[in-house]
């Protein structure tokens, strides 16, 4: 095997996680885009502005955290990339979902394991809160 082999090879391989990755984040960047555009999206900011404050957040982020605790990571990546963050208020919301991230399918195979459901939710849930509590306090 010669390095073209090698580079063409890796370079299939990265344009096809690309595509795979574009599929999920770039209609969730859009959807939260347009979303940006109703007095909808304001509404919700402004309920969750409160809570969102606890971690050093706009109201804005619940969008993200909602989006990659029942999708995945990468939903999340494109509803952030959707909305202003500092670099602070990035490291939070990343670290939060770090710990509650994808809790639908995660739950379910965790069940299958034995593993109680709503209990595994609620911890992870709970340190993913803490979590963002402390950094942003310790900032």
């Not at 007095?39 to 955290?65: Q, S």
Request: glycine fraction near 8%; charged fraction near 10%.
């Amino acid at each position: 095997m010669n390095w073209q082999e090698t580079l063409y090879r890796g370079w299939k391989k990265g344009i096809n996680t690309t595509w795979v990755l574009a599929k999920t984040m770039l209609p969730i960047y859009i959807a939260v885009n347009l979303l940006k555009l109703t007095p909808l999206f304001t509404w919700l900011a402004d309920i969750c502005r409160p809570l969102m404050a606890l971690f050093g957040l706009p109201g804005e982020a619940a969008t993200a955290l909602v989006i990659g605790n029942l999708l995945n990571l990468y939903a999340a990546i494109g509803a952030m990339a959707a909305i202003t963050l500092t670099g602070k208020q990035i490291t939070i919301i990343s670290l939060m979902l770090l710990l509650s991230h994808n809790l639908l399918v995660e739950t379910a195979v965790s069940r299958q394991t034995g593993i109680a459901g709503w209990p595994l939710v609620a911890v992870r849930l709970g340190f993913s809160f803490l979590a963002g509590i402390i950094l942003n306090l310790f900032w």
